[in-house]
């Protein structure tokens, strides 16, 4: 019996001394920031368009992203060029050991494929000839149209630029299974942002100029997780999977205020970031 209660208090030492090495990681206090690059893609849209004389949509309309190439460092690692690739940046503060609240951009590209062949709904009734548009004329009810670029050509390229805030949960691995070298920390991530759309969008609608300046259009939502590998305590690298909506009722599309379009769609995201974490006071 003796012997029993012997093993039994070894046991639970052991397991006191394993907890006891639990949340060893001490980021309270720290800040952190990050660059990085994302490749995006996005579920197909309802795109509407509105104007003088006309207001009509393109149903579901395909889109895809818009890689810099060729990967190297003249495009990606030159300062001169980092706003050029789709690019991710944040900076935050540790408010917790395992919680920090950030504030970052992500910089996506957003492309509406052109000579798709699409379903338009809606009317356009041009006034008069503007390089041929008024070819479009008429009223639509679920026509197939293939979307020529003197209908309409739109992407937000200079940037489908995403401003959130967010809340993450960071947790060592080795807090959990009592090991946490000091050269490498493997962390895994979770995380909730919200935030505003201020894109730059290219758009061609049925001829007309151009709008070409940021523009607050809307809001997004987004959910993340990743995995963080820590170097020396002060360098990590971070590869995030990162998905959410977006809804922009509110698109500038051409040089005059009457001409606007809105709409919304999910989108998914693959990050890869390098950045580090500091300690200020």
């Not at 050029?84 to 504030?103: C, E, L, M, V």
């Not at 338009?120 to 679920?142: A, K, P």
Request: glycine share 8%; hydrophobic share 35%; aromatic share 16%.
């Amino acid at each position: 019996m003796t012997t029993c209660y012997t093993a039994i208090g070894q046991t639970g030492t052991a397991q006191t001394q394993v907890r006891s090495k639990r949340l060893r990681t001490k980021n309270k206090g720290k800040f952190y920031f990050y660059w990085g690059w994302n490749v995006s893609q996005y579920s197909k849209s309802n795109i509407h368009f509105e104007g003088e004389n006309y207001d009509f949509t393109i149903h579901n309309a395909k889109a895809h992203d818009k890689v810099t190439k060729p990967i190297g460092y003249d495009k990606y690692l030159n300062p001169a060029n980092l706003t050029i690739p789709q690019t991710n940046a944040r900076i935050g503060y540790y408010f917790h050991d395992n919680w920090n609240a950030s504030i970052g951009l992500d910089h996506m590209k957003y492309v509406m494929e052109q000579y798709q062949t699409a379903r338009i709904s809606g009317d356009i009734y041009l006034t008069e000839d503007n390089e041929g548009t008024t070819y479009f004329n008429g009223t639509y009810n679920q026509q197939e149209q293939v979307l020529y670029e003197d209908f309409v050509a739109f992407e937000h390229t200079d940037g489908l630029n995403y401003v959130n805030l967010e809340i993450a949960r960071v947790d060592n691995l080795g807090d959990f299974f009592g090991w946490n070298p000091d050269k490498i920390q493997l962390n895994i991530t979770e995380g909730f942002s919200a935030g505003v759309l201020i894109p730059k969008t290219n758009a061609k609608v049925l001829n007309k100029d151009r709008y070409d300046q940021f523009h607050l259009s809307g809001y997004g939502v987004s959910l993340k997780a990743g995995i963080n590998v820590t170097f020396f305590k002060y360098f990590f690298l971070q590869a995030e999977l990162k998905g959410g909506f977006i809804d922009m009722p509110n698109i500038r599309t051409t040089s005059s205020k009457a001409d606007s379009a809105k709409q919304h769609f999910n989108f998914l995201q693959q990050n890869i970031t390098f950045g580090g974490i500091f300690k200020v006071f």
